[in-house]
Structure formats: structure tokens, C-alpha cells
């Protein structure tokens, strides 16, 4: 966690999404805000560590292809299980791509040129390098995320 904690608007600024969207995936378990902040009420405000931002663009990506909130739940869970910063584990439940947790981190710190892509109808998804992914694009994936881009805020909705 970092020492950088943004209120529920300069998040969603941040992120490229509405207050309101952000309440929702908070709301929903996609989006974490900092613990102790998240007693909901009228009057209270929810923090959220800056650290998240790379997860929350790539919720409100997906979001824009419109998958439901339970696809978006799993991806953000498969996303921070993928980046344990414990080094716990190779991957996420579910998710594949056989990198290690160093190779999640670097990737969604952009530092690593990086894909997701989700199927429709199927709730999983996999971390990709450009050589996966063109095998991936050319066999029929229906979506593809560089996160590469995503987590920098180079991608528009």
C-alpha cells in the first residue's frame, strides 16, 4: 500500500470512470478501497490507495465491453492473486499463462508489454505476452486488453 490515498472522485478521475462506477465496483468486491474507509453511509468517504489505480483501469476496460459484474469480480481477483506480492502462487486460480508473480507485478506496473484476453461465456481469462497473444488472436479470442497500455491510461473507453 502506498502513502497515497485518493478520495472516491479523484479515484474515478484517475481511473477514467464515474464516482458512481466506482461505488459499484467497490460495492460489488471488484474495486477494494482502503480498509476501515469502507463502512457504507450516507456522509462517509472511502479511500482509496493509488495502488489500485492499474486494477481499477483494467475493471473499467472490461467494463466497457459490457461483462457482467461477476466476470468483472473474478478478473480483479485473478489480477491481485496473479500480482501476490508474497510470491505466493504462479498464477491465479483460474487464470492462466504459466508467469511467474514477478512477470504480473512488472505487467501491471506496464513495465512489461502484456495482454489479457476473455472469452465470452467462459469465466476465465489469460495473461498473455505478444507471442501468445498473436496465437491467441488468430485461433478466435473475442477480447483482448493490453494492459500495457491500460494501466498507463493510454487506452480511451
Known sequence: MSNNLLMAQAFGDAVGATKRQIQFWTD????????????????????????????????AQMAAFQLPIGR???A?????????PQGRGTTAPGARGGHSADWHREALAGKRESYICLRHGIDSFTW???????????????IVIPVHEVVKGAVSR
Open 28 to 59: 460489488r468486491g471488484a474495486v477494494k478501497c482502503v480498509a476501515g474507509t469502507d463502512q457504507q453511509g450516507r456522509g462517509k468517504q472511502r479511500l482509496y490507495d493509488e495502488g489500485e489505480i492499474p486494477i481499477a483501469r483494467l475493471i
Open 72 to 74: 468483472l469480480i473474478t
Open 76 to 84: 480483479a481477483t485473478h489480477i491481485r492473486g496473479s500480482c501476490d
Open 128 to 142: 498473455l505476452d505478444r507471442k501468445q497473444m498473436n496465437r491467441q488472436v488468430n485461433a478466435g479470442a473475442m
